[in-house]
Every structure is written in structure tokens, then in C-alpha cells.
């Protein structure tokens, strides 16, 4: 028999987590010519999320690994598919905003064997703030214009892979992750599913404006180097017109001799070109933030506690 891993990050998803386990128990019904394996990953909350996570692990199928601290939801989904054992992995909120009922969909798929994944991409935006909605179509704009790796509008991070898929996902070993990016990288074969965005279950949103907006810098980061070309390209126009300018102000100067004028002209370009430099300056130094945490080699997450433990206590 087949086994389907799924892999679920909770960061303070108390009101949710329970709801969860049902809906899933309601597919399995369905699909019972597959197994269903639950990994619950405890993304450092301060509530009651891990108690539970204890009280379902009694149940069959259903593990669950505890972080020492909260590392973020892409360390949650990386330690989920290291964890995961099944031939097929779905990642999936913890919210019920990635509908249960597609697995089956899914799931039939790919035993076609005419993909490697199947992924989903919520069609509207219904439901979200306007602001937030207007600077997210700008960003994947942006973020497809400058990086190679395709960046689906609207994809989530909920999608059934094959065993293969997985395992090229885990070979990126990088500290900085942007899975949307990293699957995207791997390649092979995708199906896209649509479908109209649902509200939580319960609970709120773990992403803050600014948090989102932190992470799209990152990401374009990870997934573009063309901020470090336009620094350099700055760089080489500033010059040629310092040059012309150069030129133009010798041949002045032997002409019409040398009064002294042009002292707020002066001020003007040196602010110009200290806010460029200062500018460049400041990509260079994303670029090398990034590659410092990455040398130091730090661990993507730490696990306090998992299944394992509480069997063993
Ligand atoms: N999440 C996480 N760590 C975090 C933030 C979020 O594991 O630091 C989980 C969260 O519990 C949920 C999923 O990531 O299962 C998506 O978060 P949320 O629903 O808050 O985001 P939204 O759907 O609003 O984009
Ligand atoms: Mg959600």
C-alpha cells in the first residue's frame, strides 16, 4: 500500500489543530486504498499547540516534531519533509485553507505518472486588504521580471510530490529558504490547480505586513542577482557622465575663464550621488548578509522534542 506524508507547520494554531486532524480523518475515509501519515511540526508556540500535538500523536499515523524555539514556517516544511517517510508528500496549513478534498484529486494525478507534483494556486484574493493584495501582484511581477526561476501569482505552498521530487527538494541545503522558489528550481513536471481563496478556520494570520514584506526581499535575494548588476551598471553610467562632464567644464573654464558659481548645483550632485552610492552600498550588503549566514553553516531549525520522546518517557 501507497503512503501519503503530510506535512503540517503550527505556530500557535490551537483553535485549528483539532478541527485539522478531523477534516484529514474524513479523506482517509475516502481514500482508503492509501495510507496516511500526519507530521506535525511545533514552530515554537506559546500556547497550547504542542499539548495537543502530545494528545493526537496517540492516534495511529500521526507524529510530530517540536522546535526549541520558532524558526520560521520555511524551517518548519524543511524539517517536515526530512521527517516525512511516505511515497508521496503534501505540505499543508494547519488553517484548512488548503482544502483536504484536493488530495484525492492529487493524489490521482500523479499515479498517472504524467507529473512529479501536483500544486495549487488560489485564483482570487477575496477576503485579503487591498493594500495587501496590490503589493503582492506588484512583487510577483517584479520578482518574474528579474529572476530566472519562475515564481507562480498566488501559488501556495500546498502541494502533493513524489518520493523523487522530495528528496532533490532536501538536497538544497540553504539556510536562507524560499520553498516557492526552491520548487520551482528543482524542476520536473508540475500540475497547477486553481481554486477560490478560503478564509482560516480559526485563529489569525501568523504574517504581519511587515514579516511578508521581509520575506519578499529575501526572496528576491535567493532568487535573483540582478540588484547586484544595476549597482554596477549605476556605477559605470555615473562615470560616463562624469566624464562628459568633466570635459564640458575644462572646455568652459578655458573659455569663459573661472568665476565662482554653481555652488547649489554642487550640493545637489553630491547628495545625488552619495544617496546612489549609499544605495549600492546597501544591496552589496543584503547580498553579503545572506552569504555570511549561509558560511556559518548554523543548523535550519532544532528539534526539543518529537513522537519518539513521549513514547520513550
Ligand atoms: N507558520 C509557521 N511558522 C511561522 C508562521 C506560520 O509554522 O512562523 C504556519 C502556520 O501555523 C500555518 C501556516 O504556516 O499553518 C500558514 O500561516 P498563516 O495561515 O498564518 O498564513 P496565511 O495563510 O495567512 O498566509
Ligand atoms: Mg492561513
Redesign the pocket.
Known amino acids: 500500500m501507497e503512503k501519503i506524508s503530510l506535512v ?6 490551537q483553535e485549528v489543530i483539532e478541527i485539522f486532524h478531523k477534516e484529514i480523518l474524513k479523506v482517509q475515509k475516502d481514500m482508503n486504498n492509501v495510507e496516511f501519515e500526519i507530521i506535525f ?1 511545533n ?1 515554537g508556540s506559546s500556547d497550547k499547540t504542542l499539548e495537543l500535538m502530545r494528545k493526537l500523536s496517540s492516534n495511529k499515523n500521526v507524529r510530530y516534531i517540536s522546535f526549541s524555539r ?1 524558526f ?2 520555511e524551517a ?1 516544511m524543511y524539517a517536515g519533509l526530512k521527517a516525512s517517510t511516505g511515497d508521496y508528500v503534501a505540505i499543508m ?3 484548512l ?1 488548503d482544502p483536504p478534498a484536493l488530495l484525492q484529486e492529487m493524489y490521482e494525478i500523479l499515479q498517472t505518472g504524467e507529473y512529479d507534483s501536483v500544486a495549487t494556486r488560489r485564483v482570487s484574493r477575496k477576503g485579503e486588504p487591498v493594500i495587501r493584495s496590490f503589493f503582492a501582484k506588484m512583487y510577483y511581477k517584479i520578482i518574474n521580471k528579474i529572476s530566472k526561476t519562475e515564481i507562480t501569482d498566488g501559488a501556495r505552498d500546498f502541494r502533493l510530490m513524489t518520493r523523487k521530487m522530495v528528496n532533490s527538494v532536501l538536497e538544497l541545503t540553504e539556510y536562507n529558504r524560499f520553498s516557492k522558489g526552491i520548487f520551482s528550481w528543482v524542476g520536473y513536471r508540475t500540475k497547477w490547480l486553481s481554486y477560490e481563496n478560503i478564509e ?1 478556520a480559526a485563529g489569525t ?3 504581519s505586513f511587515f514579516k511578508l514584506f521581509l520575506y519578499s526581499l529575501e526572496s528576491i535575494v535567493a532568487f535573483s542577482t540582478l540588484p547586484l548588476s544595476i549597482a554596477s551598471i549605476m556605477g559605470i553610467l555615473f562615470c560616463f557622465i562624469a566624464f562628459i562632464l568633466i570635459a564640458l567644464i575644462v572646455v568652459r573654464t578655458l573659455i569663459f575663464g573661472d568665476p565662482t558659481s554653481g555652488w547649489p548645483s554642487m550640493v545637489c550632485i553630491m547628495f545625488f550621488i552619495g544617496g546612489v552610492q549609499l544605495l549600492c552600498t546597501g544591496i552589496i550588503g543584503q547580498y553579503l548578509s545572506k552569504t555570511y549566514l549561509e558560511v556559518k553553516k548554523r543548523p535550519i531549525y532544532i528539534v526539543a522534542e518529537t513522537e519518539e520522546d513521549l513514547k520513550n518517557k
Open positions: 503540517v507547520p503550527c505556530f500557535n494554531e511540526v514552530d520558532n520560521g514556517k518548519a496549513d494547519a488553517d485553507q482560516r494570520t501568523k504574517w
